[in-house]
């Protein structure tokens, strides 16, 4: 068992842990040709130019923005799919509604939204039936505004079907003796859901959050750089593409380093915040409270 673990953990040292040491050219005025250690150290001048720039500014806000859409509309979907199959009887009908939600995962941004491209595009089909019954078209794709409401439904189509997974394996662990208890005792299906389902799954619930809170300045950087183009800056730009393009593209690479290195310490405090505050409500979290 330990042999497997192997290729697991080198992999965690060789992409996660030996990659946080580069990190210190977020103090640096780094220079490729000099390298690190011949590099100028500026301190914190990288930080505080981040936020003298407006499009960090622009690129932070609208990361949180999408981010609560995000956290808002798509964590509860795959709890709701998830108490939707176990409803299912027939269990060749819950298999094949789980195949077909789950299969979106397995596909690469780029099909993702050239999929949604043909659907809602310009010259998409529910653009094309809507010139056929002489209304105008509508720019889904490509309007700012609706942005944010555009990236969660893609976000739900092919994500919401794997991360309903979780839900299943911990609805499975029930007891299925306390709901034939609640049904001889008069309880309908919604006191059932409410006084069995939901709290078995509180403890979940609450560990996918703080995970998903820690991660929330994370929303996705192949999915906003294929449409960035489309909707403008101003819109798309989020931490990951400013990252890219200031640091990669512009060779800014202290710039990039130092919004990426402020990226991962909020996500840290998040997440250290909401694991104390599941303590608060009597629950775990991601890791035990110390005993007094």
Same mark, same amino acid.
């Given at each position: 068992?330990?042999?497997?673990?192997? $290729?697991?953990?080198?992999?965690?040292?060789?992409?996660?842990? %030996?990659?946080?040491?580069?990190? %210190?050219?977020?103090? /640096? &005025?780094?220079?490729?040709? *000099?390298?690190?250690?011949?590099?100028?150290? %500026?301190?914190?001048?990288?930080?505080?130019?981040?936020?003298? &720039? $407006?499009?960090?500014?622009?690129?932070?806000?609208?990361?949180?923005?999408?981010?609560? =859409?995000?956290?808002?509309?798509?964590?509860?979907?795959?709890?709701?799919?998830? #108490?939707?199959? @176990?409803?299912?009887?027939?269990?060749?009908?819950?298999? =094949?509604?789980?195949?077909?939600?789950?299969?979106?995962?397995?596909?690469? =941004?780029?099909?993702?939204?050239?999929?949604?491209? /043909?659907?809602?595009?310009?010259?998409?089909?529910?653009?094309?039936?809507?010139?056929?019954?002489?209304? @105008?078209?509508?720019?889904?794709?490509?309007?700012? &505004?609706?942005?944010?409401?555009?990236?969660?439904?893609?976000?739900?189509?092919?994500?919401?079907?794997?991360?309903?997974?979780?839900?299943?394996?911990?609805?499975?662990?029930?007891?299925?003796?306390?709901?034939?208890?609640?049904?001889? @005792?008069?309880?309908?299906? =919604?006191?059932?859901?409410?006084?069995?389902?939901?709290?078995?799954?509180?403890?979940?619930? %609450? *560990?996918?959050?703080?995970?998903?809170?820690? @991660?929330?300045?994370?929303?996705?950087?192949?999915?906003?750089?294929? /449409?960035? &183009?489309?909707?403008?800056? /101003?819109?798309?730009? +989020?931490?990951?593409?400013?990252?890219?393009?200031?640091?990669? #593209?512009?060779?800014?690479?202290?710039?990039?380093?130092?919004?990426? *290195?402020?990226?991962?310490?909020?996500?840290? +405090?998040?997440?250290?915040?909401?694991?104390?505050?599941?303590?608060?409500?009597?629950?775990?979290?991601?890791?035990?409270?110390?005993?007094?």
């Amino acid at each position: 068992m330990l042999l497997m673990m192997v $290729p697991g953990v080198a992999f965690l040292l060789l992409f996660f842990y %030996v990659p946080i040491l580069g990190n %210190v050219i977020a103090f /640096q &005025d780094y220079q490729p040709y *000099l390298g690190i250690r011949e590099s100028e150290w %500026v301190g914190l001048d990288n930080f505080i130019g981040l936020f003298d &720039d $407006p499009d960090f500014l622009n690129a932070f806000s609208n990361t949180l923005y999408l981010a609560a =859409w995000q956290l808002v509309f798509f964590f509860p979907i795959p709890l709701l799919l998830a #108490v939707a199959v @176990d409803s299912l009887v027939s269990g060749r009908m819950r298999r =094949w509604f789980q195949s077909v939600v789950y299969l979106p995962h397995f596909l690469s =941004w780029v099909l993702v939204i050239a999929l949604f491209q /043909q659907l809602l595009g310009g010259a998409g089909l529910v653009n094309n039936a809507l010139r056929h019954l002489g209304a @105008d078209a509508i720019p889904f794709m490509t309007n700012p &505004d609706t942005f944010p409401l555009l990236v969660v439904a893609q976000l739900v189509w092919k994500d919401a079907g794997w991360a309903m997974i979780i839900f299943l394996a911990a609805l499975a662990s029930i007891d299925t003796s306390l709901y034939e208890a609640a049904a001889a @005792d008069g309880a309908g299906r =919604w006191r059932r859901l409410w006084h069995i389902t939901l709290p078995a799954l509180r403890p979940v619930i %609450v *560990l996918l959050l703080i995970l998903r809170i820690g @991660d929330i300045l994370s929303v996705g950087f192949e999915q906003f750089i294929l /449409q960035r &183009d489309a909707v403008g800056a /101003q819109a798309a730009e +989020v931490l990951d593409t400013f990252t890219y393009y200031s640091g990669v #593209v512009g060779g800014g690479w202290s710039v990039g380093t130092a919004a990426g *290195l402020f990226k991962g310490l909020i996500g840290l +405090v998040l997440i250290l915040g909401a694991n104390k505050l599941a303590h608060t409500f009597g629950e775990a979290g991601i890791y035990q409270k110390r005993a007094s």
